[in-house]
């Protein structure tokens, strides 16, 4: 099975505009949850979805949303960016069951100058 | 508020010693526990899990231990080897009002040859 899957891979913004980021998740499963990764303070949980729904939401401000589509594909937006947005965006699939294993694609590096 | 605490940045191993790498939490309603190997560049890969009903989950090299009173758990590697070099987070799961996961802030394991 193809792994996770996330584009873009890099990219640079600037403060005040958006951002889409994409993740595909394995074939089948139908759980996708995003995570924001800054040095220190490890994987910081942003939100999750299962079969179109938002099931689950971390601490994040309005500025932060995401979406699922019915072949599990899921986008994240980030409105208004901030210097401090800076940071690796992670997508996780799993097949949607409390404890199973998440699997992590490659990660999205944004940039906020 | 960290409900899982990684509480070393860092450790330093001789190759063929063994590594230990610990991990607290505070919500009781944790009931599986996950660890989570990165290397730079990529995104986190599962390495072994436990759920709260069992203390100890081997996996060749790799041991988790779980002390529920103590809301502490452990990861021995044993031998340790240059290749295991890498972050590696601890992470939590449950009946919490959800189904995520929360991770700790990881804990950058350097094995010297």
């Known amino acids: 099975k193809a792994g996770v899957t996330q584009t873009p891979r890099y990219l640079i913004k600037t403060r005040g505009q958006q951002v889409t980021l994409s993740c595909s998740p394995i074939?089948?499963?139908?759980?996708v949850s995003w995570y924001q990764q800054t040095p220190g303070q490890g994987l910081q949980f942003l939100f999750e979805?299962?079969?179109?729904?938002?099931?689950n939401k971390g601490n994040f401000p309005g500025r932060f949303s995401g979406r699922q589509f019915s072949n599990s594909r899921s986008e994240m937006n980030v409105s208004t960016l901030e210097l401090g947005d800076s940071a690796l965006y992670l997508c996780?699939?799993?097949?949607?069951?409390?404890?199973?294993?998440?699997?992590f694609g490659p990660g999205t590096r944004l940039t906020v100058l | 508020d960290q409900q899982v605490k990684q509480n070393s940045p860092s450790l330093s191993v001789q190759e063929g010693r063994i590594s230990i790498l610990n991990c607290d939490y505070t919500?009781?309603?944790?009931?599986?526990f996950l660890w989570y190997k990165k290397y730079p560049a990529e995104g986190p890969t599962f390495l072994i899990s436990?759920?709260?009903?069992?203390d100890k989950n081997e996996d060749g090299r790799f041991t988790v231990f779980l002390n529920k009173s103590a809301k502490h758990l452990s990861l021995h590697i044993v031998p340790s080897q240059p290749g295991d070099s890498a972050v590696y987070f601890c992470a939590a799961t449950g009946n919490t009002g959800g189904f995520k996961t929360i991770f700790g802030a990881g804990t950058r394991l350097f094995v010297k040859a």
């Open positions: 996780a699939s799993s097949p949607g069951l409390a404890g199973d294993t998440q699997y």
């Open positions: 919500n009781s309603m944790f009931d599986y």
């Open positions: 074939s089948g499963h139908r759980s």
């Open positions: 979805y299962f079969s179109e729904t938002q099931r």
């Open positions: 436990i759920s709260s009903i069992k």
